[in-house]
């Protein structure tokens, strides 16, 4: 019989799946099926406690991740041996990822990885935290009156480092941005884009636990937005999202509460 420590023959497949942007019953069918039936279950933070407990008793989970982000604090290449060490003993390998395992997740690089090794993968799509996010809170990103163009950019590194490549004039053209891992540096990111000729009243919210019980939407300004997410208080994970396109909350969260009192 063979060992489940030894090289399997065919190597089983390592499935990258998007767990989506929190609440448990956001997961794809896809997603939730192999979840259920995997051997293996590497998983980051914020993944919300009831799809963990889908996974199978049988199954082996590892935690990769730390509390407050997506991306782990466990190195990417220890995760990307973890993956390819279960793969090769032939078993069926779910990493799961918040929102989508490609935007901001870093599932290229572990999806490119495994190629290299000869490692068969599957890349299942999650509902990322742009789309989950700005639903929940009646944003609708793409409303033909609120401009022809999405972006959706990382604040994770601090504008003023080298590290940071984002071009601040362009991004201050675009209609709507949504921004991941802005917290920290929401003071500089609004700065930069006001200081680059975005309007200093176009409108702003930052997202909060988006889709979980929690959830806090926090309306704004460019100018005021920072202010006032740090004034109410507002922690990690948050999202924030400029444009015209936030200005249509309001009017979407009347019209649900008229429809609502008139039924
Ligand atoms: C490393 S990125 C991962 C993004 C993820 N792959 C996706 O597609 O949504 C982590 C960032 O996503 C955002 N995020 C994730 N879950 C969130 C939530 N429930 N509410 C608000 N923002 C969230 C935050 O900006 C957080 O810093």
């Keep these: 019989m063979l060992s489940r420590l030894e090289p399997s023959a065919r190597p ?40 963990l407990a889908e996974i ?50 870093r599932g290229g690089e572990e999806a490119e990885y495994l190629a290299e090794q000869g490692i068969p993968f599957e890349i299942v799509p999650g509902v990322t935290t742009a ?7 009646n944003i609708p990103l793409t409303h033909r009156e609120a401009g022809q163009v999405v972006a959706f950019v990382t604040g994770h590194f601090d504008p003023d480092s080298a590290e940071c490549k984002l071009d601040w004039a362009a991004l201050a053209g675009l209609s709507n941005l949504v921004i991941y891992m802005g917290l920290r540096h929401v003071e500089r990111i609004t700065a930069k884009l006001a200081a680059a000729g975005m309007p200093g009243d176009t ?5 909060e636990n988006a889709t979980l ?21 507002v922690q990690a994970p948050a999202i924030i999202v400029i444009g015209p396109a936030v200005r249509f909350r309001d009017r979407l969260l009347q019209l649900a509460e008229l429809a609502h009192t008139s039924n």
């Excluded at 789309?131 to 809170?137: I, R, V």
């Excluded at 019980?213 to 208080?233: F, N, S, V």
């Design 131 to 137: 789309l989950g996010a700005c639903a929940a809170a």
């Design 56 to 105: 199978s008793p049988a199954a082996e989970r590892v935690f990769v991740g730390k509390r407050g982000y997506c991306v782990g604090s466990t190195r990417q290449e220890t995760i990307h041996e973890l993956l390819a060490r279960h793969a090769r003993e032939g078993r069926s390998v779910v990493r799961l990822k918040c929102g989508d395992p490609c935007v901001f997740g």
């Design 12 to 51: 089983g497949t390592v499935y990258l799946v998007g767990a989506g942007p929190g609440s448990a019953d956001l997961i794809t069918v896809r997603g939730l099926k192999l979840l259920q039936s995997a051997d293996v279950v590497a998983h980051d933070a914020l993944i919300h406690a009831e799809l």
């Design 213 to 233: 019980p929690g959830m806090r939407t926090i309306d704004g300004e460019l100018a005021t937005i920072a202010g006032l997410a740090r004034a109410a208080g």
């Design 203 to 207: 409108p702003a919210a930052v997202i």
